[in-house]
T-cell receptor, first 114, second 112 residues
Framework: DAGITQSPRYKITETGRQVTLMCHQTWSHSYMFWYRQDLGHGLRLIYYSAAADITDKGEVPDGYVVSRSKTENFPLTLESATRSQTSVYFCASSGTVSNTGELFFGEGSRLTVL | GENVEQHPSTLSVQEGDSAVIKCTYSDSASNYFPWYKQELGKRPQLIIDIRSNVGEKKDQRIAVTLNKTAKHFSLHITETQPEDSAVYFC???????????FGSGTRLQVQP
């Protein structure tokens, strides 16, 4: 049972390059989320999705693009990376059957923008 | 939107002592308040949660209390152990919105 997986786990890129972080879950959870984690800021919501083809902005969406053509995948794209986007990115998912509200996080993707 | 403030940012206790972490939220419509634990280099994981129709919830050595009037909630860890050392995040959400707003985190260090 793979659960929720992110790739790549580590990425170094240069300013202005496009970067895509992948997120895949095997639970058929309806909800998926992207958070970024920075020291002193906790976890800040970038985008989330309630179902396939439904996405919505979070607290810090600028500079990011998401899509959700399939329930199990929720890629996050930085169209033109900036140094301020250096961060650890966590994907998460949440189901609707149990309605507990619990978020299940991936292992994180550490992105460095030079 | 919702704003969640968390204090303290760091907390050091002796093994066996209690630890308390406090959070306040701004949106009175929030009704779900989970706590996540993140060990060094690991993913955040849910340890306990509470809904607005309950004032307190316990699970072994951890408990969460909620004061809706004051819009604050707290995490209590008793008989702390070295394995409790981690970063703890509080969060809040409201009905119909599954996305969580997190606090800035508390780094708890339990000294053996």
């Amino acid at each position: 049972d793979a659960g929720i997986t992110q790739s790549p786990r580590y990425k170094i890129t240069e300013t202005g390059r496009q970067v895509t972080l992948m997120c895949h879950q095997t639970w058929s959870h309806s909800y998926m989320f992207w958070y970024r984690q920075d020291l002193g800021h906790g976890l800040r919501l970038i985008y989330y999705s309630a179902a396939a083809d439904i996405t919505d902005k979070g607290e810090v969406p600028d500079g990011y693009v998401v899509s959700r053509s399939k329930t199990e995948n929720f890629p996050l794209t930085l169209e033109s990376a900036t140094r301020s986007q250096t961060s650890v990115y966590f994907c998460a998912s949440s189901g609707t059957v149990s309605n507990t509200g619990e978020l299940f996080f991936g292992e994180g993707s550490r992105l460095t923008v030079l | 939107g919702e704003n969640v403030e968390q204090h303290p940012s760091t907390l050091s206790v002796q093994e066996g002592d209690s630890a308390v972490i406090k959070c306040t939220y701004s949106d009175s419509a929030s009704n779900y308040f989970p706590w996540y634990k993140q060990e060094l280099g690991k993913r955040p994981q849910l340890i306990i949660d509470i809904r607005s129709n309950v004032g307190e919830k316990k699970d072994q050595r951890i408990a969460v209390t909620l004061n809706k009037t004051a819009k604050h909630f707290s995490l209590h860890i008793t008989e702390t152990q070295p394995e409790d050392s981690a970063v703890y995040f509080c969060a809040a959400s409201k009905a119909g919105r599954r996305a969580l707003t997190f606090g800035s985190g508390t780094r708890l260090q339990v000294q053996p």
